[in-house]
């Protein structure tokens, strides 16, 4: 069932403590803030003693609050000159505050104001689910889970390091010290993970040594006499660092997403391409609508689109993406009703999901005229930070950030694959080895069918067809508009409006169908007086890969060949083909899909926290089409 986000409202206590009015708690000493996260999250982790000279390194906390704990671990870790490569730090928040009550907090420490500033200029629009932030250049990953942390928690894939128990007293908040929740983190404990918290009280202790943690009493912050401090004693094997090469085939946005997600991890990547350049094929278009799914339930597709969307926007929008070519703008998107009952029903989710103005707008008729400066069809759902992108741009400036560590082979037509030894094997038209690899990603959309170890994912083509009309004959568009077609603003002095959907192979441009995309037009934008029937205008023909749950295909691919037998199977018995990974199957939303699905490959791949809850990860799962396999038998 939906649960709305409700922020946390700012409140201090009669001596000007940071105050929770939900759970009736201090956020955290009288004695002062930083001085208690110094002393028990990072003393007591035996930081940054313990992450020095790593690769990587993750911490959990069980609820951000301030940001306080966040803010000290950041600044020790920024000043070591022994600290870890990578810095993963999670946190789970149920009442997140807004980023201006952040501000007037975070004044209170001017000792973190540098990276106090760059936390709220990154800081998530406050809707439920799981938000990945990059920071320090991409070298701290921070992964805030905004939501009730019981149910979070135990829909996260990772392994943990260290763990900041940090809620607020287990009498005015027991869910965060439950049962379920704490043995949850010894699920996903490292070896020799530690963990510290200001809590000593005898259940707390006797769940954390029930989960496999020894926890003892250890010097207290203030007042506070005691607290305690332990270790993760139970036995894990330790992870096999993955060999850090790799294939790609395909430079649309799915393949040089992935590359520059594997090349910000260090890896060595060749990406091989049959065309002259990246996104020169479903990925061509000369605009691409950027928004969200919404649905009253707020359902699986509804939740992978919002955490795509939003981390999407976060990664284009940086400074050195524009720097590196991308060409985006976030105008807003607004979609219409199609009838007066589906204007009512927008209405009403707009109300039931009470998503923030910022990323969510309701707008009656009158109001979406006024929005956008001239007569609207009906009303509907504005999307402030959505707009248009440019795709081909988008690959460009990708492959521009990745930089070296990306071998690009343009112009080479794939005609097999295989797997040999250790290592899978790339082959042209002509039998001559391209690359070699441990591992493989297939990002090439429907094309991916063609080899026999992907054949039976059930991807099919469908055409489409953009009718590209010259800026003038519109009027200005501030906002890109979607109904039952879509229209962008003007780029390079073209509107691109779509878009056809036929289940054909024909390349070449059809006079019905810039037609059909006229008449949709003008049920965007009311009396234009473009006549389909006589305006003919410059097109483009594209063919999007369209799985049958219209959701895309992200992860390792099963093995065929040894599919479980009982029809009871879990995605967990699947057997999949070793180091044969595919990004695929993004349809017309490859926009959206394509940045976080290549960094949660990425950190699959890497051994990493994942950005996705489970639920979610299983949803995008190739082996899914398996199953479904498996549970048509006979």
Request: hydrophobic share 40%; with cysteine; glycine share 10%.
């Amino acid at each position: 069932m939906y649960e709305p986000l409700i922020p946390a409202r700012l409140a201090y206590s009669e001596a000007g403590v940071p105050w929770s009015e939900q759970y009736g708690d201090l956020y955290h000493s009288a004695e002062g803030g930083p001085g208690q996260a110094r002393h028990v999250f990072l003393r007591g982790n035996r930081l940054p003693e313990r992450w020095q000279g790593k690769d990587r390194f993750v911490i959990l906390e069980t609820g951000f609050g301030t940001g306080l704990n966040f803010l000290a671990t950041w600044s020790a870790w920024r000043d070591d000159p022994q600290a870890c490569r990578r810095l993963h730090y999670i946190s789970a928040e149920k009442h997140p505050f807004p980023v201006d009550d952040l501000a007037a907090l975070h004044a209170a420490w001017p000792e973190f104001a540098e990276p106090a500033a760059q936390l709220r200029a990154n800081w998530p629009t406050l809707v439920p689910g799981c938000h990945r932030l990059e920071l320090a250049g991409g070298r701290l990953i921070l992964t805030l889970l905004f939501g009730d942390a019981g149910k979070l928690l135990g829909k996260l894939r990772a392994g943990v390091d260290a763990f900041y128990l940090d809620g607020f007293t287990p009498a005015q908040n027991p869910d965060l010290w439950s049962p379920a929740l704490l043995g949850r983190l010894g699920e996903m404990a490292n070896r020799g993970a530690s963990l510290a918290t200001w809590s000593v009280a005898v259940p707390v202790r006797n769940l954390l040594h029930d989960a496999g943690f020894r926890a003892d009493p250890y010097p207290g912050f203030g007042r506070k006499k005691e607290m305690l401090a332990g270790r993760f004693v139970l036995e894990r094997p330790n992870d096999t660092p993955p060999e850090r090469r790799a294939i790609v085939l395909g430079a649309g946005v799915a393949g040089s997403t992935c590359c520059e997600r594997l090349a910000s991890r260090g890896w060595q990547v060749t990406l091989i391409d049959r065309r002259p350049g990246p996104g020169m094929e479903a990925s061509g278009n000369l605009a691409g609508i950027v928004m969200p799914l919404i649905a009253r339930d707020d359902n699986i597709a509804a939740r992978l689109s919002r955490a795509a969307y939003l981390y999407g926007l976060r990664a284009w929008q940086r400074p050195e993406a524009g720097d590196a070519g991308a060409r985006l703008a976030a105008c807003g998107v607004m979609q219409f009703a199609r009838t007066p009952e589906q204007e009512a029903q927008m209405r009403r989710t707009a109300e039931i999901l009470g998503f923030p103005d910022q990323f969510l707008r309701f707008l009656s008729q009158a109001e979406a005229a006024d929005w956008l400066g001239h007569a609207a069809p009906a009303g509907g759902w504005l999307f402030p930070q959505g707009g248009w992108a440019n795709p081909p741009s988008l690959c460009r400036a990708a492959l521009a950030l990745a930089g070296e560590r990306v071998q690009a082979l343009f112009e080479r037509s794939v005609g097999a694959i295989e797997r040999a030894g250790a290592d899978w094997r790339v082959f042209d038209d002509d039998g001559h080895c391209l690359a070699e690899a441990p591992t493989l990603i297939l990002a090439s959309g429907v094309d991916a069918i063609r080899f026999e170890q992907a054949s039976r994912l059930p991807i099919q083509r469908m055409r489409g067809q953009v009718t590209l009309v010259p800026e003038g004959v519109l009027p200005g568009l501030r906002s890109a508009l979607c109904r039952d077609g879509y229209a962008a603003p003007a780029v390079d002095g073209l509107h691109a409006v779509g878009a056809s959907y036929d289940a054909d192979a024909d390349p070449l441009p059809r006079a019905a169908c810039d037609a059909d995309n006229l008449r949709r037009l003008s049920g965007l934008l009311p009396g234009i007086g473009i006549d389909p029937e006589s305006r003919r205008f410059a097109s483009r023909v594209g063919f999007r890969p369209v799985p049958p749950d219209r959701l895309p295909i992200a992860g390792p691919l099963p093995d065929w060949g040894q599919l479980p037998d009982s029809t009871a199977a879990r995605l967990g018995d699947m057997v999949r083909q070793p180091g044969l990974y595919g990004l695929l199957g993004y349809a017309s939303r490859g926009l959206v899909w394509a940045n976080l699905l290549a960094e949660t490959l990425a950190s699959q791949l890497a051994g990493e926290p994942l950005p996705l809850e489970t639920d979610l990860l299983d949803a995008v799962d190739p082996g899914r089409f398996a199953l479904r396999a498996i549970r048509k038998r006979p």
